[in-house]
């Protein structure tokens, strides 16, 4: 492993809700840096899966699960999003409090893009190369990791 983003199984159930044109996941997948999918039964079974509501927050020790059978982001539109969270998902797992940097939800608690959810869930859970090579496609994506540098510090601590 070379901690380059596709020798990981990077997953997103892409649901078409919101502007392609500033869409995360459509960016990343022009950079091959992700797999799309329209149904979750096309990404494996244990994946974790990036949900706000989880009372679980990932940690690091969900690194051997994502290094097995990856990780799946829900890229719905903000405005839907209680309606396509209407479910628990066995697998998974919230963010920490963590501050958007992209340029629709900049300076907003927990309202990252997707792209920026899977980075920072890849930071905690050790795949820092992969992490910064995703964002590395965005203009915002250094001011994500500046912004957020104390509180992925903090969690990183905890996990000690
Ligand atoms: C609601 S979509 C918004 C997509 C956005 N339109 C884009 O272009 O990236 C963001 C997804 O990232 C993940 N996500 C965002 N914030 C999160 C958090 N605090 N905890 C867990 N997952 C989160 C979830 O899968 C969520 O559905």
């Known amino acids: 492993m070379n901690g380059k983003s596709n020798d990981l199984g990077l997953y997103a159930l892409h649901l078409n809700q919101d502007d392609p044109k500033k869409n995360t996941i459509l960016r990343l997948n022009r950079f091959n840096l992700i797999k799309l999918g329209k149904k979750l039964s096309q990404f494996p079974k244990n994946a974790i899966v990036l949900d706000p509501f989880s009372n679980n927050v990932i940690e690091f020790q969900d690194r051997n699960n994502i290094k097995k059978s990856g990780i799946i982001v829900i890229d719905c539109s903000w405005t839907q999003i209680d309606l396509v969270f209407n479910r628990k998902f066995k697998m998974g797992r919230k963010l920490p409090h963590l501050l958007a940097a992209n340029s629709v939800n900049y300076g907003k608690w927990d309202k990252l893009s997707s792209a920026e959810a899977l980075?920072?869930?890849?930071?905690?859970?050790?795949?820092?190369?992969?992490?910064?090579?995703?964002?590395?496609?965005f203009p915002w994506g250094k001011s994500f990791?500046?912004?957020n540098k104390d509180f992925l510090n903090e969690g990183l601590k905890k996990d000690k």
Request: zero cysteines; a negative charge.
């Open 119 to 137: 980075a920072a869930a890849l930071f905690i859970t050790g795949f820092k190369n992969e992490a910064e090579e995703l964002l590395s496609k």
């Open 145 to 147: 990791w500046e912004i």
